[in-house]
């Protein structure tokens, strides 16, 4: 472990690891602790906290510095880069304002049908929803919602499926905590194709 350090080290030694440490931070999309830290850019854990504490107090404009808009908070045993909670308003503003226009409701419907059918070709989407869908498709895919699964070797369709970013934005792990379709049916015997070929019964 300590040749690795040393290495490390060697491999960038004009680099202070105060700035190391920042531009890993600035890019962490988790919380980091000292030891992940110090492994990153080849440094003992003491070294590291005090290089953090150096961090923390150049952004919090102790020593006559700027006082950033963001700070070097510690979160569940980890450092991460934080807007300040006073500016949280201002930055809400700036994501509503930038926020995507919502679906339509023709692309809503044809993301449901993905979901719950997927993998799923174009095709047997206009099927289901009796409509052209190759427009509503392309908007799904740019937006990141649904993906390119794979592509039928016989008839060479392109089959659909739903991407990570839609379970994130519905807030859910997985599709099995999509909710059943059968509530919102008038008699709970129709859905999409008659249930066939829906996963795990989710009608």
């Known amino acids: 472990m300590e040749q690795e350090l040393h290495a490390r080290q060697a491999a960038h030694p004009d680099l202070p690891v105060d700035r190391q440490l920042e531009a890993i931070l600035m890019i962490a999309d988790e919380p980091q602790s000292l030891v992940s830290l110090g492994a990153?850019?080849?440094?003992?854990?003491?070294?590291?906290?005090?290089?953090?504490?150096?961090?923390v107090a150049d952004f919090d404009g102790v020593d006559g510095t700027v006082r950033r808009g963001f700070e070097l908070r510690e979160v569940g045993g980890g450092w991460r880069f934080y807007v300040r909670r006073e500016l949280d308003d201002v930055v809400e503003q700036f994501v509503e304002a930038e926020r995507p226009a919502r679906l339509s409701q023709a692309a809503l419907e044809t993301l449901a049908v993905v979901a719950y059918k997927q993998p799923i070709t174009r095709s047997q989407i206009a099927s289901i929803r009796a409509v052209n869908v190759d427009g509503v498709v392309r908007t799904l895919v740019a937006r990141g919602l649904i993906e390119e699964s794979f592509t039928d070797a016989e008839t060479g369709a392109i089959n659909y499926v739903?991407?990570?970013?839609?379970?994130?934005?519905?807030?859910?792990?997985?599709l099995d905590e999509l909710p059943l379709i059968s509530p919102l049916l008038e008699d709970g015997a129709d859905g999409f194709g008659h249930n066939e070929g829906i996963p795990d019964g989710r009608v």
């Open 40 to 55: 990153a850019v080849g440094a003992p854990v003491p070294a590291v906290r005090q290089a953090i504490e150096r961090l």
């Open 162 to 174: 739903t991407s990570d970013l839609l379970l994130q934005q519905l807030g859910i792990n997985s």
